[in-house]
Every structure is written in C-alpha cells, then in structure tokens.
C-alpha cells in the first residue's frame, strides 16, 4: 500500500464500489443465514432422530476443514493436552462403552446396550 500524503487527502473507496460491496454483502448474508439455517436443521434432526452427538459431530466439522498436517499437529496436541490435564485418565476410568452405528444394527427396532469394562 502506498504512503499517505495528509496533504493530499486519504483516498477513499468511491460511492459505487462501495454500494456494489454492500448489496454484495446483503445478499451473501441471506444466503448464509439460508444455507446455516437448513444445517442447523439437519443436524437437530440428526440429534434428535438418528443418536448424533452434537460436540463431536463440532469437533469432527472443525477437524475435517483443516488440510493434513494442521490436522495431524492438532490431533497429536488434542492427545498430549488430553493426557496433561488428565483428562485420559478420567476417560479410561469409566466402563467402555460399545458404540453402534446404524450399519452394524440387526433389527432397527433394538437399541444400542452398553457393555462393563473389561
């Protein structure tokens, strides 16, 4: 960017650039609000219907955006962070749990059991 000459006066963006960024900015919004609206319904229904987990379906979205090694760098400080706070110790001290997903269901009608630890 050039230096500013106060003498000169600071430019500034003209009246039509500027009224195109802004109906370009409205429009955008309501199409964003659109697009987050219809996915905020999708997944409610997914939590209230199909047993989705809200935060780790958030924490999925985030991992996914990220390119590979941002993901890696972050999936192994998740695990060290983890594992300091002492969270992994609080996560191993329950009775694992079996997690089922709709494939591996036999009869639709039967809901996912728990298991005790081993």
Do not use: C, N
Request: no cysteine; glycine share 4%; net charge neutral.
């Amino acid at each position: 960017m050039a230096r500013k000459d106060p003498l000169k006066g600071i430019p500034q963006v003209g009246e039509k650039k500027l009224k195109q960024l802004i109906t370009t900015a409205r429009r955008t919004y309501k199409e964003t609000r659109k697009a987050s609206g219809e996915l905020g319904e999708a997944i409610s229904a997914a939590i209230e219907h199909d047993h989705l987990h809200r935060k780790a379906f958030a924490f999925i979205k985030a991992a996914d955006r990220m390119e590979p090694e941002a993901l890696a760098e972050y999936w192994h400080t998740l695990q060290l962070y983890m594992d300091m706070a002492g969270l992994t110790e609080r996560v191993d001290s329950v009775p694992a749990l079996k997690l089922v997903h709709d494939a591996e269901k036999t009869d639709k009608k039967e809901e996912p059991q728990t298991v005790a630890a081993e």
